[in-house]
């Protein structure tokens, strides 16, 4: 039971070091977006 | 002018309620199967409005028939209207249906008249704005399709169904077969919805698109959807559907060659989506009313009408169309 328990939260941490170490590398899964919506205006509807 | 709209739902009352506001119709009839919302809808309608409620004995006595019917149940009045000749709008978002109604191609052409299908927020919306932005391109190489949110309780309906079923994306001309609500793609839609994991499903965008569009060689669209969604999408709805959804937007991603260089164009909207499929589905009952829809017989609205011009007549209606500038990492 304790060996269970321990593998799991062995896997978790884990887990946890590898997504922290692709933040600190830039890496996510949110890609970014740089920009922004506006309202069409009267020459895009031309 | 007469026009029949059948089903008083989330969609079909705004449909009546829009077409009334004109001047282009001057009676509407609206039927429905149940006579307690009929009668709710009816009272906020005015004296304008014949309502019939099951069972229908009578043919129908207009002159443009719009069917917003739950999705599933349309085919049958499409088929009596294209016997009828009358023009029809369609506003169905079923892709198993759309199949079915397609295979009234040759009839609606023989019989000369126009049917739109599709006539709602996506496809609808998204087919007028695709048609809109390939319009910037001197060759479209990709159109991408996505969307937020639902409308009544149908259209929640073919969304959760819609996610354990087969997708059809166009590539390279073939279709391409895929599971529903695989492929995660961040798409990023107009604030205030902004990023949302969108998935495939089966939708009828692509369909309709590379029926407009057959020299475009890749188009797919996407839903957005939570994990729950994904996961009790096999499974019936568990609880019942809402009577409307929230706030809604679709967003349309193209790509294409402007001269010598690669392009992208984005073109979203936000809006209730119901509010939006009702407002595409009354513009395009007054096109047919005023004999505007380019073509006879049957298609989507990317080849049906002016996109301008269409475009405009839905910012006068409060539906206002928006473009992304800047760059982003597609995923």
Redesign the interface.
């Known amino acids: 039971m304790m060996r269970t328990i321990k593998g799991a939260l062995e896997s978790v941490l884990a887990a946890a070091v590898v997504a922290g170490a692709f933040r600190l590398l830039g890496i996510d ?12 205006k009267g020459s ?3 | 002018m007469r026009v029949a709209v059948l089903g008083a739902g989330a969609v079909g009352a705004r449909i009546a309620r829009q077409l009334l506001s004109g001047t282009s119709v001057t009676q509407i009839v609206l039927r429905d199967t149940d006579a307690d919302r009929l009668a709710q809808v009816s009272k906020s309608l005015g004296d304008r409005v014949i309502i019939e409620h099951a069972p229908f004995n009578s043919k129908l006595d207009a002159e443009v028939i719009v069917v917003a019917t739950p999705s599933g149940t349309q085919v049958p009045a499409v088929v009596e209207a294209i016997e009828q000749r009358r023009p029809v709008i369609s506003t169905s978002d079923s892709l198993a249906e759309m199949v079915e109604l397609l295979k009234l191609s040759e009839q609606a052409q023989k019989n000369n008249i126009p049917v739109v299908l599709g006539a709602g927020f996506a496809p609808g919306l998204t087919c007028v704005l695709a048609s809109h932005g390939a319009a910037w391109f001197d060759k479209v190489q990709e159109i991408h399709i996505s969307k937020v949110g639902t409308g009544g309780p149908s259209c929640a309906l073919v969304h959760h169904r819609a996610l354990s079923r087969i997708s059809y994306d166009w590539r390279h001309d073939n279709w391409v077969r895929r599971p529903g609500g695989s492929g995660r793609s961040l798409c990023w839609f107009p604030e205030p919805i902004g990023p949302q994991d969108c998935y495939r499903a089966a939708l009828v965008s692509p369909v309709l698109l590379h029926h407009a569009f057959p020299e475009v060689s890749w188009i797919t669209a996407r839903v957005s959807a939570s994990l729950r969604d994904r996961l009790t999408a096999p499974l019936p709805m568990l609880s019942p559907p809402h009577s409307e959804g929230g706030l809604g937007a679709v967003r349309v991603e193209i790509h294409g060659q402007r001269g010598t260089s690669h392009e992208v164009s984005v073109l979203g909207v936000v809006e209730r989506p119901a509010v939006a499929a009702a407002t595409v589905a009354a513009l395009a009952t007054e096109y047919a009313i005023a004999g505007k829809l380019k073509i006879r017989g049957m298609a989507g609205l990317s080849e049906l009408v002016e996109p301008i011009d269409f475009l405009h007549g839905l910012e006068k209606r409060g539906l206002n169309v928006q473009i992304f500038e800047g760059d982003y990492e597609k995923e």
């Not at chain 1, 899964?29 to 069409?40: D, P």
């Open positions: 899964r949110i890609k970014r977006q740089v920009g922004g919506w506006r309202r069409a895009d509807l031309r």
